[in-house]
């Protein structure tokens, strides 16, 4: 089965602009989390959508926003986009029930903020 | 709060060496634990959770309560082991949220 997909693979915008991230999650997956990956800072968990409802949040500020449609892709958007908003936003799927269960990474978007 | 500690950022060993990747957690609960791997040029990805209790490509990772750890192992590495390796945790109901670690690259010399 095809695996997560995020869309595009790269962006360069400006600072103060705003940037939209999508990603297409596994079939059948209700559960769509987003990630934003620097050198610094490693792996932060930004949010996770499950069936169209914000169920975890993570400690960004407000700028950072998401929504999930009813086919479970889900976006993310970053307005006033800052210099330090430059990194890897990984998009991760699963079934989202249970512990234990395996989360399924796209490739990534790179954000190339100047 | 929950937190992943990786304190080694650079590991090297030479093939056929044992090899260890240290992951110490801090959370109130009962927490799942994963180690996720990403090899060069490919995406993040599930090398094996505690829940599972499995061996994957010969590593294990025994999940150690009193002493807060979920170490990865493997008696002998391979050149192909050559990966940077994240722990991870996920902390009571909060099912799509994980908690990394910074990440240990391991390097594996012929």
């Known amino acids: 089965k095809a695996g997560v997909t995020q869309t595009p693979r790269y962006l360069i915008k400006t600072r103060g602009q705003q940037v939209t991230l999508s990603c297409s999650p596994i079939s059948g997956h209700r559960s769509v989390s987003w990630y934003q990956q620097t050198p610094g800072q490693g792996l932060q968990f930004l949010f996770e959508?499950?069936?169209?409802?914000?169920?975890n949040k993570g400690n960004f500020p407000g700028r950072f926003s998401g929504r999930q449609f009813s086919n479970s892709r889900s976006e993310m958007n970053v307005s006033t986009l800052e210099l330090g908003d430059s990194a890897l936003y990984l998009c991760?799927?699963?079934?989202?029930?249970?512990?234990?269960?395996?989360?399924?990474f796209g490739q990534g978007t790179r954000l190339t903020v100047v | 709060a929950q937190r992943v500690t990786q304190p080694e950022k650079l590991l090297s060993v030479f093939k056929g060496a044992p090899v260890e990747l240290k992951c110490n957690y801090s959370?109130?609960?009962?927490?799942?634990l994963f180690w996720y791997v990403q090899y060069s040029r490919q995406r993040l990805q599930l090398l094996l959770r505690h829940i599972s209790r499995e061996s994957i490509k010969g590593f294990t990772a025994d999940l150690n309560k009193g002493e807060t750890s979920f170490h990865l192992k493997k008696p002998f590495a391979q050149e192909e082991d050559s990966a940077m390796y994240y722990c991870?945790?996920?902390?009571?109901?909060?099912?799509?949220?994980?908690?990394f670690g910074q990440g240990t690259i391991l390097t594996v010399h012929p």
């Open positions: 991870a945790l996920q902390g009571g109901t909060s099912y799509g949220k994980l908690t």
């Open positions: 959508y499950f069936s169209e409802t914000q169920r």
């Open positions: 959370y109130s609960g009962s927490p799942e």
């Open positions: 991760a799927s699963s079934l989202g029930a249970g512990g234990g269960t395996e989360a399924f």
